[in-house]
């Protein structure tokens, strides 16, 4: 069985401040995908970052950062600079090959930048 | 804009009836994923499509059923509706299904009152 953990609720951050955003997760597979989304008040879902884990390099995508910690289970996303567009509900997502395309969503972490 | 589309954006039902979602999904891609986001479960993975063809299966509740098309859209029926069905209902697709990276549509919210 898979599980993500999201153990902040929420956080405030100032405007052009990095923020870390936790994530930790559990899985057997021997191969699997970690991601991050991101979701606004509006309500969409929208894909920042992908970490694959034979992957060797920490990925990344803009002001987006994955630091993955293999042995540590660990899948943070940072986020550099921040901007007051980047408040929002962020959620760390896995998905294993032997799992056939189900995602395991974390709780999530409700960021708020204040100027 | 994702490029998965899902209709309708908002619908309002009384208990006990029954709806239909829709999704289609983006260009090329085979996959297509239901998932249910309310309030006191988070999001959860209720079933996937690929190419027609059921492949995973969530938290999916029996009152629930979804088929793909042959033309890849694939619509989501919720039956004998009750009120802790009121949630955000996403769509998602993917290529292939296995290791890409999904996209999601916009959501249906559902009230049922």
């Known amino acids: 069985a898979q599980k993500i953990t999201q153990t902040q609720p929420g956080m405030f951050v100032q405007e052009k401040e990095a923020v870390t955003l936790d994530c930790t997760y559990d899985t057997s597979d021997q191969s699997y995908g970690l991601f991050w989304y991101k979701q606004p008040s509006s309500g969409e879902m929208i894909f920042l970052i992908y970490?694959?884990?034979?992957?060797?390099q920490n990925a990344t995508e803009g002001r987006y950062s994955l630091n993955f910690q293999k042995a540590r289970k660990s899948a943070n996303l940072v986020i550099s600079a921040s901007q007051l567009g980047d408040s929002a509900m962020y959620f760390c997502a896995m998905r294993g090959t032997d799992s056939w395309g189900k995602f395991q969503f974390g709780a999530g972490t409700q960021v708020v930048v204040t100027p | 804009d994702s490029g998965v589309t899902q209709t309708p954006k908002h619908l309002i039902t009384a208990t006990g009836q029954r709806v239909t979602l829709r999704c289609s999904p983006r260009s090329g891609d085979l996959s297509v994923y239901w998932y249910q986001q309310s309030l006191d479960q988070g999001l959860q993975f209720l079933i996937q499509y690929y190419n027609g063809e059921e492949r995973a299966k969530g938290n999916i509740l029996e009152r629930f059923s979804a088929q793909q098309f042959p033309d890849l859209h694939s619509e989501l029926n919720l039956s004998s509706l009750e009120l802790g069905d009121s949630a955000l209902y996403f769509c998602a697709s993917s290529t292939s299904g296995i290791t890409d990276t999904q996209y999601f549509g916009p959501g249906t919210r559902l009230t049922v009152l």
């Open positions: 970490q694959g884990s034979y992957d060797e």
